[in-house]
């Protein structure tokens, strides 16, 4: 039991820290980008914040949106393996944390999406 609770926590540091070093690859890959074109982007000047940024901040609000809740329901997931808890509260809750980044991110891209209807402004 005592090996396959290592092996799983080992295993999921190491894709957590696979997907922060990919995302943060991108995000810097971007700000290159942003840098190298800015003579362009200062010419014009139509945008108020450019594109390079908008996907930049949208890569790392997904990324850190994604690791919380994946720990928090880490976190539950172990507690209901290791200590063999089978309270339904906690089932339930790792249950809605499971669902809860596909929802969260939806709503998170269409919030940022520039082309999604403000009727606040």
């Known amino acids: ?14 894709f957590l ?5 990919s995302s943060g690859s991108m995000v810097l890959l971007l ?4 840098q190298r074109v800015q003579h362009i982007h200062s010419a014009t000047g139509h945008h108020r914040c450019p ?9 790392l609000m997904l990324v850190v949106t994604f690791v919380i ?3 928090l329901n880490s976190i539950f997931s ?3 393996s290791a200590f063999l808890d089978s309270c339904l509260w906690l089932i339930q809750t790792s249950s809605v944390l499971a669902s ?4 969260d991110s939806t709503f998170q891209l269409l919030l940022m999406d520039p082309r ?3 009727f606040c402004s």
């Open 1 to 14: 039991m005592a090996a396959f609770m290592y092996f799983w926590s080992i295993s999921d540091a190491v």
């Open 17 to 21: 820290t696979l997907m922060v070093w």
């Open 31 to 34: 700000l290159r980008h942003r």
């Open 51 to 59: 594109l390079e940024t908008r996907a930049a901040h949208n890569i």
């Open 69 to 71: 809740f994946y720990l």
């Open 78 to 80: 172990f507690r209901i």
């Open 100 to 103: 809860c980044f596909p929802t």
């Open 116 to 118: 999604t209807p403000r």
